[in-house]
Nanobody, 116 residues
Framework: QVHLVESGGGLVQSGGSLRLSCAAS????????MKWYRQAPGKDRELVAM????????EYGDSMRGRFTISRDNTKNTMWLQMSSLKPEDTAVYYC?????????WGQGTQVTVSS
């Protein structure tokens, strides 16, 4: 059975840091593009960051670039999102996804709350 499980969310003060993890089971992530999305209350889900398969090329949303770092370890079947200089507007539920062709798997999300 396929699972993506996010962890590492929580409450942090503005300017602080958090590291999110996304652990996959039931499939191997090494052929999947891995992504982080987030969704704040009343807003659409937005792309936070993505990392390609073996080449590890990365892309970030405009407001995240320079503050967030996405990484993956295919041997551990895990992806991470290191978030620094967090702002209250980063408050959202963060989701990881694994995408390959027509297939997309989603995690259940982890809440990140940044207090001012």
């Amino acid at each position: 059975q396929v699972h993506l499980v996010e962890s590492g969310g929580g409450l942090v003060q503005s300017g602080g840091s958090l590291r999110l993890s996304c652990a996959a089971s039931g499939f191997s992530i090494n052929t999947y593009t891995m992504k982080w999305y987030r969704q704040a209350p009343g807003k659409d889900r937005e792309l936070v960051a993505m990392i390609t398969t073996t080449s590890g090329l990365t892309e970030y949303g405009d407001s995240m670039r320079g503050r967030f770092t996405i990484s993956r370890d295919n041997t551990k079947n895990t992806m991470w999102l290191q978030m620094s200089s967090l702002k209250p507007e980063d408050t959202a539920v963060y989701y990881c996804s694994a995408e390959r062709g027509p297939f997309t798997y989603w995690g259940q999300g982890t809440q990140v709350t940044v207090s001012s």
